[in-house]
């Protein structure tokens, strides 16, 4: 994760949607990496993965 943290805010943005997706491959529960992914794919014009991502991360903490 925060290898995947240091790609985004380096505007990495390839290599942090990578590591991001081995994050929640590894735990589907991690909210903030889902949060970033979708952020990332936002910032990418990605709409609907992103959706997908906030859609997960609403599921996984619906007080957010």
Same mark, same amino acid.
């Given at each position: $994760? *925060?290898?995947?943290?240091? $790609?985004?805010?380096?505007?990495? /943005?390839?290599? *942090?949607?990578?590591?991001?997706?081995?994050?929640?491959? &590894?735990?589907?529960?991690?909210? %903030?990496?889902?949060? %970033? /992914?979708?952020? &990332?794919? $936002?910032? /990418?014009?990605?709409?609907? #993965? *992103?959706? %997908?991502?906030?859609?997960?991360?609403?599921? #996984? %903490?619906?007080?957010?």
């Amino acid at each position: $994760y *925060a290898r995947a943290y240091y $790609y985004q805010t380096h505007k990495e /943005l390839d290599k *942090a949607i990578q590591d991001y997706t081995s994050v929640v491959n &590894i735990d589907s529960t991690y909210v %903030n990496a889902h949060y %970033n /992914l979708g952020i &990332i794919r $936002y910032e /990418l014009r990605v709409i609907d #993965l *992103a959706m %997908n991502d906030f859609s997960k991360v609403i599921s #996984l %903490n619906p007080k957010c």
